[in-house]
């Protein structure tokens, strides 16, 4: 499991390699849903893997990609409720990246992150 770092700011830009890819994750504030979305960027084959695609409490994103991970937003204080707040991303909130198995293993032991 890795963890991504992140601000209360806008948006947050940063780049990676994991699993064997270069990756640049743009995370964005969504004021009007008082949500998270991100893009993300494979650098290698210069294209986009995903836009706009929407962060949930413990629902998996890009788990129906073929990928060897997901990204999962994690309850730090164990709320299980989405951001009410842009601030929630920095204080409560942590972004997860896990790979798909450990997903698996994770919902199946019951997850705590």
Same mark, same amino acid.
């Given at each position: 499991?890795?963890? &991504? ?11 990676? %390699? ?14 009007? %849903? ?8 494979? &650098?290698? /084959? ?9 962060? %949930?409490?413990? %629902?998996?994103?890009?788990? *129906? =990609?073929?990928?060897?991970?997901? =990204? ?9 409720? /989405? ?18 198995? *450990?997903?698996?293993? +994770? &919902?199946?032991?019951?997850?705590? +992150?």
């Amino acid at each position: 499991m890795h963890i &991504i770092q992140t601000t209360n700011d806008d948006v947050l830009e940063q780049s990676f %390699s994991l699993y064997d890819m270069n990756l640049r994750l743009t995370l964005r504030y969504n004021a009007i %849903s008082t949500g998270y979305q991100f893009d993300l960027f494979d &650098i290698n /084959n210069d294209e986009y893997i995903t836009k706009n695609k929407g962060l %949930s409490v413990g %629902s998996p994103s890009l788990i *129906e =990609f073929n990928l060897p991970f997901v =990204f999962v937003l994690d309850d730090k204080l164990g709320l299980g409720i /989405n951001a009410i707040s842009k601030d929630d991303l920095n204080n409560r909130m942590q972004l997860l990246i896990m790979d798909k198995e *450990e997903y698996r293993e +994770a &919902i199946r032991q019951g997850f705590r +992150a």
